[in-house]
């Protein structure tokens, strides 16, 4: 983590990758820490696909990996708890937000 984040991410967000099995049935993976920062509130906002939607939380963080679909719950969560009893909701958009102009690496942006 580059000194920059080091200093601004002390909160912690756990996001799951999503797919469906055979059935169509939504399954998690397992679960990923990332150390970010967050703002809780409504924006209204509009996804890659162009759709419109209603944030209730933007995450800032360092950490790259987490995609459109994954669900993201804020807090560090343990492997043996279901995403969806902890609060997780669904990521509508992450987006890359260039640091260069700061010698840093990629911070993101994800909003659930």
């Given at each position: 983590?580059?000194?920059?984040?080091?200093?601004?991410?002390?909160?912690k967000?756990t996001?799951w990758a999503?797919?469906k099995?055979?059935?169509?049935?939504?399954?998690?993976?397992?679960?990923?820490?990332?150390?970010?920062m967050?703002?809780?509130g409504?924006?209204?906002?509009?996804?890659?696909?162009?759709?419109?939607?209603?944030?209730?939380?933007?995450?800032?963080?360092?950490?790259?990996?987490?995609?459109?679909?994954?669900?993201?719950?804020?807090?560090?969560h343990?492997?043996?708890?279901?995403?969806?009893?902890?609060?997780?909701?669904?990521?509508?958009?992450?987006?890359?937000?260039?640091?260069?102009?700061?010698d840093?690496?990629?911070?993101?942006?994800?909003?659930?």
């Amino acid at each position: 983590m580059s000194t920059i984040a080091n200093w601004a991410y002390k909160s912690k967000c756990t996001y799951w990758a999503t797919s469906k099995d055979a059935y169509g049935k939504v399954t998690y993976g397992a679960p990923v820490v990332i150390s970010c920062m967050y703002t809780v509130g409504a924006e209204k906002r509009i996804d890659a696909k162009g759709a419109e939607f209603v944030t209730t939380a933007k995450i800032a963080t360092e950490t790259s990996g987490c995609k459109a679909d994954y669900v993201l719950a804020i807090g560090d969560h343990p492997a043996t708890v279901a995403p969806l009893t902890v609060g997780a909701r669904t990521v509508r958009s992450v987006m890359e937000k260039d640091r260069a102009m700061l010698d840093d690496t990629p911070d993101y942006e994800i909003l659930i």
